[in-house]
């Protein structure tokens, strides 16, 4: 599926996941447990999972047997062939998010569930300030550093757009603490989370630029007992491939009797 604009510089992005270290991936083991604690409350016993992620060394304990794909710009899943696709930590770095949400949509049968989970708008917003505000006083322009993630007002809204219904967007926020921004940074990419954007700079920036947003991150972000935190924000988002067996909202004006009667209550007319 061609995107309109690339943000994600697919080589780069390889080459830093392939960087990852196990024991820094303590966030997609966060996000794995709220998935699994979600897909335990679901009634339905799951047979042909396909699981979306970049990380298949730690997503693929999600369920047995479950076929894994790389978060690629074309999954390669087969339509129709899915009751569950679980997009996993990767739409962040998505060129059309819009468009892994419809592939995923395709790949399932009738009543089939989708869920993903990524991270949201609220991520790293202190070390985006921080290294904004100073490389901004130190050259006088901004360079692109974090990869943009969506609000979840935003992205709860490509549900519905990728045609799935009963949608439902919900987050969790975590917030870790750090020695520094150094040791944030070199977490960063441990995590293979480095700046894989396409139009990044593509020359080392001056160390003034980082000392700098040591020094503002510790001035507004500090812990009382002298480190710096960072909050990472998980969205979820879930719904299902329409079927006839679903429940439909009724139709406007049909209601056999009215909201003040079933609530007991007096209702009172509102001013023109």
């Not at 604690?37 to 369920?63: E, M, Y």
């Not at 059309?96 to 949509?105: K, M, W």
Request: aromatic share 6%; charged share 20%.
């Amino acid at each position: 599926m061609n995107a309109s604009h690339t943000l994600t510089d697919r080589a780069a992005l390889t080459r830093n996941r392939s960087r990852a270290t196990d024991d820094a991936l303590f966030l997609h083991h966060a996000a794995f447990e709220e998935v699994d604690d979600r897909l335990a409350l679901v009634n339905r016993v799951f047979k042909s999972a396909a699981i979306v992620t970049g990380f298949p060394q730690v997503w693929g304990a999600l369920h047995p047997n479950a076929t894994l794909v790389s978060d690629t710009d074309t999954l390669a899943l087969t339509q129709g062939a899915h009751d569950l696709v679980v997009h996993a930590m990767g739409m962040h770095w998505a060129n059309d998010p819009v468009g892994q949400i419809i592939q995923s949509r395709r790949a399932l049968q009738p009543d089939g569930l989708f869920l993903s989970v990524g991270f949201g708008g609220q991520t790293l917003h202190e070390l985006r300030a921080c290294l904004g505000q100073a490389e901004a006083a130190i050259t006088g322009g901004l360079s692109p550093r974090i990869a943009p993630m969506a609000e979840l007002r935003d992205i709860g809204g490509l549900l519905q757009r990728a045609g799935l219904a009963l949608p439902v967007a919900d987050s969790v926020t975590l917030t870790v603490e750090y020695t520094d921004i150094w040791h944030l940074m070199r977490d960063l990419r441990a995590m293979g989370e480095a700046n894989a954007m396409d139009s990044r700079l593509r020359r080392p920036s001056g160390r003034a630029i980082f000392d700098a947003a040591r020094q503002l991150y510790r001035d507004h972000y500090a812990t009382p007992e002298g480190r710096i935190k960072a909050t990472f924000e998980l969205v979820f988002l879930a719904g299902w491939a329409p079927a006839d067996s679903q429940p439909k909202p009724l139709r406007p004006g049909s209601a056999q009797q009215r909201l003040a009667d079933a609530l007991a209550t007096a209702e009172t007319p509102l001013r023109d």
